[in-house]
């Protein structure tokens, strides 16, 4: 099993910027592919961002690229999502998961472990 939390949210101005960081705990953190997936008020959750195991592939949703970088620190186990130019569109509760396989993923169904969320507000 692995344990995540996310912390690094709160409240920006448009245009501002946020980093979201996940720090994982259990089993060894470069089995998972990680990812990024939002949900906003009365919407279902949706994919923002994932990175394979040793971040050597990436991958975005449409209306975050060129604006939001995963990354990923194997050696301290944490994932981090950096948020530039930042929407109000964008406000919602984000999440880090975790998949393990070798493959990233899109798809929240494909994810074996999620963490309880952070907050992020962005006023216009």
């Known amino acids: 099993q692995v344990q995540l939390v996310e912390s690094g949210g709160g409240l920006v101005q448009a245009g501002g910027s946020l980093r979201l960081s996940c720090a994982a705990s259990?089993?060894?953190?470069?089995?998972?592919?990680m990812g990024w997936f939002r949900q906003g008020p009365g919407k279902e959750r949706e994919f923002v961002a994932t990175?394979?195991?040793?971040?050597?592939?990436?991958s975005y949703a449409d209306s975050v690229k060129g604006r939001f970088t995963i990354s990923r620190d194997n050696a301290k186990n944490t994932v981090y999502l950096q948020m530039n130019s930042l929407k109000p569109e964008d406000t919602a509760v984000y999440y880090c998961?975790?998949?393990?396989?070798?493959?990233?993923?899109?798809?929240?169904?494909?994810?074996?472990?999620w963490g309880q969320g952070t907050q992020v507000t962005v006023s216009s």
């Open positions: 259990g089993r060894t953190f470069s089995s998972y592919a």
């Open positions: 998961a975790a998949r393990m396989s070798y493959s990233s993923s899109s798809y929240p169904y494909e994810h074996d472990y």
């Open positions: 990175i394979s195991r040793y971040g050597g592939s990436t």
